[in-house]
Nanobody, 121 residues
Framework: QVQLVESGGGLVQPGGSLRLSCAASGNIFRINTMGWYRQAPGKQRELVAVSSSGDSTNYVDSVKGRFTISRDEAKNTVYLQMNSLEPEDTAVYFC???????????????WGRGTQVTVSS
């Protein structure tokens, strides 16, 4: 199996910064993509940022210029640096990974349990 463990959430004032981390462990041959989703109360889960093989990254429009996703492939870890945080960024942030468990297998999706980010004065 594969486990994703997030850390780094918390309470921050508008304009502040937080850095989320997510480490993958377990039976991993190769990680195709790692990324972050978020879900605010009463809203659907949405993609925030994703890092694919070859340093390709994508962001939802609302966080472009404020958030940066990075990945340490040697440590199977993905980070999300969040700057200029706004109250609208308040949500539970979930780590997501598409993982191949062997050279013969296709990727499977895995999720972390989520970490709360609250932006409030």
């Amino acid at each position: 199996q594969v486990q994703l463990v997030e850390s780094g959430g918390g309470l921050v004032q508008p304009g502040g910064s937080l850095r989320l981390s997510c480490a993958a462990s377990g039976n991993i041959f190769r990680i195709n993509t790692m990324g972050w989703y978020r879900q605010a109360p009463g809203k659907q889960r949405e993609l925030v940022a994703v890092s694919s093989s070859g340093d390709s990254t994508n962001y939802v429009d609302s966080v472009k210029g404020r958030f940066t996703i990075s990945r340490d492939e040697a440590k199977n870890t993905v980070y999300l640096q969040m700057n200029s945080l706004e109250p609208e960024d308040t949500a539970v942030y979930f780590c997501h990974a598409d993982v191949r468990r062997s050279r013969w297998s296709a990727g499977s999706e895995y999720w972390g349990r989520g970490t709360q980010v609250t932006v409030s004065s």
